[in-house]
């Protein structure tokens, strides 16, 4: 079992990495980590965008976002990927790839998500940085900019990466449109070997596992961080108000 | 495309079997899958809070593989993979017996074991040493500590996640279709390719799984506020 599994990586590992690359369409491993990272950074300001719409005190902005995100929280994956591979040539008019559908539809999922996370981080800092933001003359926006944002976005940095993990584990249902990624290069190993499934798809868990564990560990391991540096900075600050609550007390 | 046109797919007995055939199907790997994952969390859990060190180490390396393995990539293993390393007979017999969804239930359950057993673990994590020790030292026994202190509120504690996590795994159930699951995405494919009213049919679908979803954040929120013992204690 295992010398047929080194066997296959031994065969294949250049496909699996990179697909048909220079004869064909880059794909394997390349491809999954490409457009993971591109949906994500795509993904990101959208959700900023997002979130401050749910939280303005317009009706006009809050409930349209606040229905794509029930929706894309509703609705199976696999379905918005069915609707883009309609819908994206339909609208552009234009032979798409099956790499920018997926695409597409990873940035208006993962859009959605990222922006509960953002709204959870802003949420999160309390009113306070934003009366004191106003009370110094910034404008909302201008509070949001510089006061809000460099925080929570700090705060959120685990919650990305975790996001950019689920990113990676989604971009598999790109075989069902036959994005050319690791599960289908997987599958081409599969179906050119015929009569070892299980120890190809063996692999490509493991291919799977190995780059999303390391992910979450770095995850959760900035996430200690973060949380140290922020009560730190929270002992720091309780030491610097707690005299100035006495001093306004006696007066 | 020739206009809008519900009601052609709607007033089609053959369709409206084909979808109803597929809600079934879609409900029952999503309930079999559920309760499987209930079980098998239940299980870790216990064998996590069992002494010794091995069971810990077990149930860690369940949860690490199959939250960090994609959904689909373990179902694919399970079907194409372990399926043709079983015996004979039980292959036959899995065959005659709708093997795809017996496989999606086993898949997505195992799969949301691992999710819904974290859940509960922090659930019950949050609930604080002080707790036990009270209960201890009021008299109660280990397990009867558990069972009326500690387990009602860490569960309590978990209901929200364990509500988003049912959602996922019932709009994992999609992820059937790619092992040849009939349930409702696979109706919503069959009809689209007899029907070509593409934006009609995935309508129909999308709405028709947004209900479900609704249902059960719905159903998830009741249940969260008739365990909030604020609302208990003015009922």
Same mark, same amino acid.
Request: glycine letters at 8%; a positive charge; hydrophobic letters at 55%.
């Given at each position: 079992?295992?010398?047929?599994?080194?066997?296959?990586?031994?065969d294949?590992?250049?496909?699996?990495?990179?697909?048909?690359?220079?004869?064909?369409?880059?794909?394997?491993l390349?491809?999954?980590?490409?457009?993971?990272?591109?949906?994500?950074?795509?993904?990101?300001?959208?959700?900023?965008?997002?979130?401050?719409?749910?939280?303005?005190?317009?009706?006009?902005?809050?409930?349209?976002?606040?229905?794509?995100?029930?929706?894309?929280?509703?609705?199976?994956?696999?379905?918005?990927?069915?609707?883009?591979?309609?819908?994206?040539?339909?609208?552009?008019?234009?032979n798409?790839?099956?790499?920018?559908?997926?695409?597409?539809?990873?940035?208006?999922? !993962?859009?959605?998500?990222?922006?509960?996370?953002?709204?959870?981080?802003?949420?999160?800092?309390?009113?306070?940085?934003?009366?004191?933001?106003?009370?110094?003359?910034?404008?909302?926006?201008?509070?949001?900019?510089?006061?809000?944002?460099? !925080?929570?976005l700090?705060?959120?940095?685990?919650?990305?990466?975790? @996001?950019?993990?689920? @990113?990676?584990?989604?971009?598999?249902?790109?075989?069902?449109?036959?994005?050319?990624?690791?599960?289908?290069?997987?599958?081409?190993?599969?179906? !050119?070997?015929?009569?070892?499934?299980?120890?190809?798809?063996?692999?490509?868990?493991?291919?799977?596992?190995?780059?999303?564990?390391?992910?979450?560990?770095?995850?959760?391991?900035?996430?200690?961080?973060?949380?140290?540096?922020?009560?730190?900075?929270?002992?720091?600050?309780?030491?610097?108000?707690?005299?100035?609550?006495?001093?306004?007390? !006696?007066? | 495309m020739?206009?809008?046109?519900?009601?052609?797919?709607?007033?089609?007995?053959?369709?409206? %079997?084909?979808?109803?055939?597929? &809600?079934? /199907?879609?409900?029952? &790997?999503?309930?079999?899958?559920?309760?499987l994952?209930?079980?098998?969390?239940?299980?870790?859990? =216990?064998?996590?809070?069992?002494?010794?060190?091995?069971?810990? $180490?077990?149930?860690?390396?369940?949860?690490?593989?199959?939250?960090?393995?994609?959904?689909?990539?373990?179902?694919?293993?399970?079907?194409?993979?372990?399926?043709?390393l /079983?015996?004979? $007979?039980?292959?036959? $017999?899995?065959a005659?017996? +709708?093997?795809?969804?017996?496989?999606?239930?086993?898949?997505?359950?195992?799969c949301?074991?691992?999710?819904?057993?974290?859940?509960?673990?922090?659930?019950?994590?949050?609930?604080?040493?002080?707790?036990?020790? %009270?209960?201890?030292?009021?008299?109660?026994?280990?397990?009867?500590?558990?069972?009326?202190?500690?387990?009602?509120?860490?569960?309590?504690?978990?209901?929200?996640?364990?509500? +988003?996590?049912?959602?996922?795994?019932?709009? +994992?159930?999609?992820?059937?279709?790619?092992?040849? %699951?009939s349930?409702?995405?696979?109706?919503?494919?069959?009809?689209? +390719?007899?029907?070509?009213?593409?934006?009609?049919?995935?309508?129909?679908?999308?709405v028709?799984?947004?209900?479900?979803s609704?249902?059960?954040? *719905?159903?998830? =929120?009741?249940?969260? /506020?008739? *365990?909030?013992? =604020? $609302?208990?204690?003015?009922?």
């Amino acid at each position: 079992m295992i010398s047929d599994i080194l066997v296959i990586i031994h065969d294949y590992w250049l496909l699996l990495l990179i697909g048909q690359y220079p004869n064909g369409p880059l794909g394997g491993l390349a491809n999954t980590l490409i457009l993971s990272a591109l949906s994500i950074a795509l993904a990101f300001p959208i959700s900023i965008v997002l979130a401050l719409a749910r939280l303005s005190k317009w009706p006009i902005l809050r409930w349209p976002v606040t229905v794509l995100v029930y929706v894309t929280r509703g609705v199976p994956l696999l379905m918005l990927i069915l609707w883009s591979y309609f819908l994206v040539p339909l609208l552009t008019g234009a032979n798409v790839p099956s790499f920018i559908t997926m695409l597409t539809t990873l940035v208006v999922y !993962q859009g959605a998500f990222l922006s509960e996370v953002v709204r959870a981080g802003i949420v999160a800092l309390g009113n306070g940085q934003m009366d004191a933001g106003r009370a110094l003359g910034h404008s909302y926006l201008g509070t949001m900019r510089y006061i809000i944002l460099p !925080q929570a976005l700090y705060n959120m940095i685990p919650s990305i990466l975790s @996001t950019f993990v689920s @990113t990676i584990k989604d971009t598999t249902l790109g075989y069902v449109i036959n994005v050319p990624d690791l599960t289908f290069a997987a599958s081409q190993v599969n179906n !050119q070997l015929l009569t070892q499934p299980f120890q190809v798809f063996l692999i490509l868990a493991l291919v799977y596992y190995a780059i999303c564990w390391s992910l979450t560990y770095v995850a959760h391991r900035l996430e200690r961080r973060i949380t140290r540096r922020r009560a730190g900075l929270g002992v720091r600050l309780a030491a610097v108000i707690a005299p100035a609550k006495i001093v306004s007390e !006696q007066s | 495309m020739t206009g809008f046109d519900l009601s052609a797919i709607l007033t089609n007995p053959d369709y409206v %079997a084909m979808l109803l055939h597929g &809600i079934e /199907m879609t409900l029952v &790997i999503a309930i079999g899958s559920w309760l499987l994952a209930m079980t098998l969390a239940i299980l870790l859990l =216990a064998i996590r809070f069992s002494p010794g060190r091995f069971g810990d $180490w077990f149930v860690a390396a369940y949860v690490s593989y199959h939250r960090n393995v994609p959904t689909l990539v373990q179902l694919m293993l399970w079907y194409f993979g372990i399926f043709t390393l /079983m015996p004979d $007979w039980l292959t036959y $017999w899995l065959a005659g017996h +709708n093997a795809e969804a017996i496989f999606a239930v086993i898949g997505l359950g195992l799969c949301q074991a691992a999710y819904f057993s974290e859940d509960l673990r922090s659930g019950l994590r949050s609930v604080g040493p002080g707790q036990m020790e %009270a209960a201890r030292a009021l008299g109660h026994g280990y397990l009867s500590a558990m069972r009326f202190v500690l387990i009602p509120q860490g569960v309590r504690n978990a209901l929200p996640p364990l509500i +988003n996590h049912s959602v996922s795994l019932f709009k +994992n159930s999609s992820l059937g279709v790619v092992i040849g %699951a009939s349930e409702l995405t696979h109706a919503v494919k069959e009809i689209e +390719n007899l029907s070509f009213q593409t934006f009609e049919i995935y309508l129909v679908g999308t709405v028709l799984y947004l209900f479900f979803s609704l249902i059960i954040m *719905a159903g998830g =929120a009741y249940v969260t /506020m008739r *365990a909030d013992p =604020a $609302w208990r204690a003015r009922a």
